[in-house]
């Protein structure tokens, strides 16, 4: 049981190059999320999704987005990478938005964009 | 809107003696409260919530939090810090929405 995986670990990507940062889950949860920490700031929420199909934007969405196709996968794409999105960003999952359960958080990845 | 404050950055405890990691909150009814510590390198492990009931909470690794609601507080304690408790600690607030709302966390030093 893998529990939240994101991929890569670390990248470093020039300003306007588009990436995307993968977040996949085992455990059948209906609510992923995107969140970036930033010193200072702690974690603001990204984009979310209470099942496949279904994407809503958080607190900061701007120059990022997102998509559902399917439970497992939650990917963050940057489309023209700016060195504001420097940042370590955090995948969460959840049987439910409520966090009855609590959330799984992945291990992160750390974007440099230079 | 909801916001989380956490006023302290930093905390330096020795190792044995008790801690006490401050969280306000601002949300206009019962709001959902959360402690998650984040490790160095790692991402965040929930210690602990509070939805409804017994105003102290208890959770894993031996902390426990108490929800004031006059205070507007939700506070994390621990009698005896060990020098595996050092890392981020960052307290959380949420509805039965589907938004939560982090504090800039507070990173605790345990000195032996």
């Known amino acids: 049981n ?23 889950q085992d455990m059948n949860h209906e609510y992923m999320s995107w969140y970036r920490q930033d010193p200072g700031m702690g974690l603001r929420l990204i984009h979310y999704s209470v099942g496949a199909g279904i994407t809503d934007q958080g607190e900061v969405p701007n120059g990022y987005n997102v998509s559902r196709s399917t439970t497992e996968d939650f990917p963050l794409r940057l489309l023209s990478a700016a060195p504001s999105q420097t940042s370590v ?22 974007l440099t964009v230079v | 809107a909801q916001s989380v404050t ?8 020795s190792e044995g003696a008790s801690l006490e990691l401050r969280c306000n909150y601002s949300y206009g009814a019962t709001p959902y409260l ?15 919530k509070y939805f409804s009931g017994d105003t102290l909470v208890q959770g894993i690794k031996g902390f426990e939090a108490e929800f004031k609601r006059s205070q507007s507080s939700f506070n994390l304690r621990k ?20 938004q939560f709302y982090f504090g800039t966390g507070t990173s605790l030093t345990v000195i032996p």
């Not at chain 1, 999952?93 to 609590?102: D, F, H, R, V, W």
């Not at chain 2, 956490?6 to 405890?13: E, G, L």
């Not at chain 2, 009698?79 to 589907?98: K, L, R």
Request: aromatic letters at 14%.
């Open chain 1, 2 to 24: 893998a529990g939240v995986t994101q991929t890569p670990k670390f990248q470093v990507l020039k300003t306007g190059q588009s990436m995307t940062l993968q977040c996949a």
């Open chain 1, 89 to 110: 960003y955090f995948c969460a999952t959840g049987l439910e938005a409520s966090q009855n359960y609590g959330y799984t958080f992945g291990s992160g990845t750390r």
């Open chain 2, 6 to 13: 956490q006023p302290d950055i930093h905390i330096t405890v």
């Open chain 2, 34 to 48: 959360f402690w998650y510590v984040q490790s160095p390198g790692q991402g965040l492990q929930l210690l602990l």
């Open chain 2, 79 to 98: 009698p005896s810090v060990h020098w595996s408790d050092a890392a981020e600690y960052f307290c959380a607030v949420g509805d039965t929405g589907n």
